[in-house]
């Protein structure tokens, strides 16, 4: 039984994962956002608290989903919509994740890992079996109950869907055939009795009929289960005198055998017993995979849009704005107020956002001075594609972009920039990893790639790598200081529109904006500035010296 | 008394083997055997020693062994072989068995069993197009068998019985502390319930007493009681097993025991066949040995098991030849060539298919092989002496017209002493009309009689080995060149790793 609350048609998603998505969530910081997705943020007057627990959970259903990007404009608005609902709907969303833990939970305590595990004896392993298939059903029945209460308040498909796939595939009249079945096993699960409501203990007796051949050396064979009850009995001394003499009695009744007292004899009835039981509840097992998988989606997949509740709400308390995007065509990429969301949230919304059309550009070449902005702006675009591509808001006053089936990271961290031809065997191999990995519609985010070698080198490098990547359609931003393969692209690109060129924006009095603006790379950076800020003096000491 | 190994008479049995021949390590037939007979257990054991009594025979086992690869007859045995082992494990559940009543429904299985299988196998038969003398022969061995009146009795009274017996049903009640008998049927109503639930849920109702093969306390009592409501059908039981000590028709057992010889062969041979091997029947020649697409079988076993190829290798050898003698580089297949020959006559000897593509094989009276022993802690003389004494059986006059496969002879010798000797050994062979190959590092050997065909062992361009073996002379090869080759230096593999 499919919860598909993540999918309209199925509970994954049948398109790829990232590749070596581990890279992508360091490179764009994207763990700080999954740590958000752990526990709700609330204002109180100016003031940020946090009154829940942490729940780790959440935040690796948010990873786990986001890994997966959706593949059109329909599951995009299929999860737009559910995670709308969910806010709308939140206690109801809580009470599902709550509820389908507790199940779990309590399964799991009944042994759910070691399945099959020789901890506990065949009989033992079979009373915890049909405890849980008790669970399950009995959780099943309580999820549609929550649902049948709670109809009218959801105007998404999701929820509405799963109360009709619950009624359809185990309605009410199935549930009590099923119900019979595990109270005819009661003398099994439940063979030490119980305090009935008077205060009486009673017993629980079986009364199973096996119909049967003699087969091959007369051996008993093709066992036919006729009848399975389960007795109650008030309770009476199994060892008491009205026992024995009932026992006496039947002793010598024609066609009759009395087990009393004979424990070889007992020893083959209780397997005979168990045999049985255990055919029942085999015959029962397929509602305890589905069932099994049910909650085991239902909790991940509740807990996938709480987490996302939750990172709205880091949002609202930070004040940073937020909409849910449109889905445009490849390339088409225009963004207001985008903001670097998980910087932001480190620093309280001041980092600022960058507004720009990029439509129908295929390669952008980001260059300019150092802390100028170029990485976080990066980062900003690659973090909301992300968060785009997973169904969610993003953080930006509009937002429309293509949907890209991959996406790929190639990022030189800065404590990796060090020269060493060891660097550059790791990039040169993550790279070809990534080009082994290019699906039919890519986008390549690089930062400073290439840098771990001599600015000639690197740009030879990069040129080649960029220039064929552009012709096979992969479309590219690109944060370089390597300017000669800047230099170069904008050179032979002059009449390409499919080619734009971005720069940090320096005020007339030097100050920077942290804006990205179009413009042409330039043929110097931060090499001459920096030995201007460190041998400048010399030179004006040098240049003083000499008047 | 009729038999399907030898044609004249059964009892004639093959020629006596003291022990097992020197061919059976030196061609790897213990390796191949090993496999053929692995799901045979001691069934097959010796089956393979020991060659037919003489050309006839070997013809008579072709003939037959052409007919049980045919596709119906080959599951027609296989099915009545897996009757064979059915009964033995009911056989040995008799045995086990302490209740005399479950003994003696044990051997009525048995019976049962024995009584399904030779009739099944009757019917198979009597459809399939058989062409040999053998299996004519088996099928009216059989016929006669089936309309014998002991037989008819046998078969009327088991089939009662077992008919009576699968008529049975009983109902039990258990109830935690008794358990009530009642004689009849269910009416199935639960199981539909179930089902009606969980539409082919595919679970069986595990039947705890067929764990164990004897009966357990319950199971016999509930038999007991089942004993006394149907008195009848137990005392016939029993008088059956009184009237029938024995089952099986006489000659029965024996022949079950030599179609073990060919079923074993052919199951194996098609295993070895789905996995790309080729085997034909060799086909009778007069004077020329002949084979195309030849190879080692003992090495595509092992090869096989570690995913690489094997070479095959074509053979002639005409009317007025008499012995191969290959020469040529270490490591160039001279060995698995020579064995390939030996494992061609031996399984022609047979009556077998042979590992080749196409095969003509001339009657041998007999094989003989003499592999030199590498590890042999016997030095100079000791050694010599020792290849000398093992040389002196095959060389005798008796062994007229056999086939001799020489690996490598007086290796400690003087080349010069060698060569003169390995003339003499030639010659002599040559002289009482043995055929042969003579594997050697001697090249005077090769063109030491014309009788001889000097074939070798070839290298490529690069002087790497190709495996194949071909007419041509023999000749000296560089050392330093296969020095430089074994590291990958010649000039044209060092072109070769920097153009790939």
Known sequence: MNVNLLYSDREWGNTKAYFDWNSICKDLGLEKLFKAAERECVLRGTKIDYPGEKDTYLGAAVKKVMRIPLRNEEEVRYRQEMIKDCIKKKAVVTELYEMSGRILEEWEKLGRKNNGMGVRDSKGRLITDIRILKLLVKGVSDVRALLEDNLSGFSSEGFTALYERIIKEFPEDYNLNIDDIINDLTFFSDATGKKEERGNYVLYYPRVKIDCGLSDGLKLSDLKLEHIETIVKPYSNPRGVIAKLQSTITSLTPGIISLYDDQSMMGDAAELEYQTVSYVYSVCTPLVSSFGQFFDQLHFQTAFYLGVINIRSHLQCHHIDYCFPEVGEKNDLKYDDLKEVVMNLEQGGEVVGNSGNLNGKQLVVITGANQGGKSTFLRSIGIAQMMFQCGLFVAAKSYRSGLYSSVFAHFTRREDSAMNSGRLDEELRRMDQIVSNLGDDALLLLNESFATTTEKEGSAIAYDIVRALKEEGVSIFTVTHLLSFAQRIYEESKDDEKVSFLSAEHLEDGRRTYRMIPHEPEMTSFGLELYDQVLGELKEERENGDT | ?500
């Open chain 2, 1 to 500: 008394m009729f038999s399907l190994l030898n044609k004249s008479d059964r009892n004639k049995r093959e020629k006596d083997v003291p022990e097992r021949p020197a061919y059976f390590i030196d061609l790897n037939l213990d390796q191949i055997l090993e496999k053929v007979t692995a799901d045979w257990g001691e069934e097959a054991e010796g089956l393979y020693e020991g060659f037919p009594e003489n050309r006839e025979t070997e013809e008579y086992r072709r003939a037959i062994y052409s007919d049980i690869k045919n596709s119906e007859v080959l599951s027609a045995m296989d099915g009545y072989y897996g009757s064979i082992k059915e009964r033995r494990l009911f056989a040995e559940r008799k045995e086990k068995a302490y209740e005399t009543l479950q003994t003696q429904a044990w051997y009525l299985r048995e019976t049962c069993a024995y009584v399904d299988a030779l009739e099944k196998l009757k019917e198979e038969l009597d459809k399939a197009a058989l062409t040999s003398e053998g299996m004519k022969g088996l099928l009216s061995f059989i016929n006669d068998c089936l309309s014998s009146e002991s037989y008819l009795k046998l078969k009327e009274e088991a089939m009662a019985l077992r008919t009576e017996l699968a008529s049975f049903r009983v109902l039990i009640t258990y109830e935690k502390e008794k358990i009530t008998i009642t004689d009849g049927k269910g009416t199935g109503a639960f199981e539909e319930f179930l089902s009606g639930c969980f539409p082919d849920h595919g679970k069986n109702f595990i039947n705890p007493f067929l764990d164990r093969e004897v009966f357990s306390d319950l199971e016999e009592e509930i038999v007991s009681l089942y004993r006394k409501k149907h008195k009848d059908f137990f005392k016939r039981l029993d008088k059956f097993c009184k009237n029938y000590p024995e089952y099986m028709h006489e000659g029965i057992s024996e022949l079950e025991h030599e179609m073990v010889y060919y079923l074993a062969y052919a199951q194996f041979q098609k295993k070895m066949e789905e996995r790309g091997f080729s085997f034909c029947t060799p086909k009778a020649s007069e004077d020329k040995l002949m084979a195309s697409g030849l190879y080692d079988l003992a090495l595509a076993l092992v090869n096989y098991e570690a995913g690489k190829e094997v070479v095959s290798n074509e053979t002639y050898l005409g009317v007025d030849e008499r012995f191969f003698v290959l020469t040529g580089p270490n490591q160039g297949g001279k060995t698995t060539y020579a064995r390939s020959l030996g494992q061609l006559v031996y399984l022609s000897k047979l009556g077998l298919d042979v590992p080749a593509e196409s095969a003509q094989v001339p009657y041998y009276s007999n094989l003989w092989t003499h592999f030199s022993v590498e590890e042999s802690t016997e030095t100079g003389r000791g050694k010599l002496m020792d290849e000398l004494v093992r040389l002196k059986p095959i060389m005798e006059k008796e062994q007229h017209g056999a086939f001799v496969v020489i690996n490598e002879l007086f290796t400690t010798a003087a080349n010069y002493d060698a060569t003169i000797m390995g003339k003499r050994v030639l010659e002599h062979l040559i002289g009482i009309n043995c055929k042969g190959i003579y594997v050697t590092h001697l090249i005077e050997l090769a063109s030491s009689y014309p009788e001889v065909v000097s074939i070798r062992a070839n290298v490529d361009e690069n002087l790497k080995q190709t495996y194949k073996i071909e007419r041509d002379e023999a000749r000296e090869i560089s050392g330093t060149d296969r020095q430089a080759y074994k590291y990958g230096l010649t000039y044209e593999q060092l072109k070769e790793r920097f153009n790939p």
